[in-house]
């Protein structure tokens, strides 16, 4: 019988078999807190909406980072991890109030 040391990252409960690899998740999802708690505290924003756009945002944070150098044009290579649903496409409009 052969043993595999996991890492759980505490926050979302996921598992990794690479301690690396858990620790850029967790920075991730702390990332991903930091923005949601920004969209709250700044416009009245549905939890769970201001919640996918802190995902994204950190997901995407290398992307992010080369638009705000003077590359706008490569916010185009960010996408959702899957197609939305036709419950859950959201305009933005009508999401901030």
């Known amino acids: 019988m052969s043993i ?3 890492w759980r990252v505490d ?3 996921s ?3 690479d301690k690396k690899a858990a620790e850029e998740h967790d920075r991730m999802l702390e990332l991903a807190d930091g923005i949601t708690g920004m969209l709250e505290a ?3 924003i549905d ?3 201001a919640e996918e756009i802190g995902l994204l945002m950190s997901r995407n944070k290398d992307i992010l980072a080369k638009a705000f150098k003077g590359k706008p044009e490569i916010l185009q290579e960010i996408k ?3 197609e939305p649903s036709a419950d859950n496409t ?3 409009r009508e999401a901030v109030v």
């Open 42 to 44: 700044n416009f009245k």
């Open 4 to 6: 595999t040391p996991m």
């Open 15 to 17: 598992m990794f078999t």
């Open 11 to 13: 926050r979302d409960r």
């Open 90 to 92: 959201v305009d933005i």
């Open 47 to 49: 939890e769970q909406l």
């Open 80 to 82: 959702l991890d899957s």
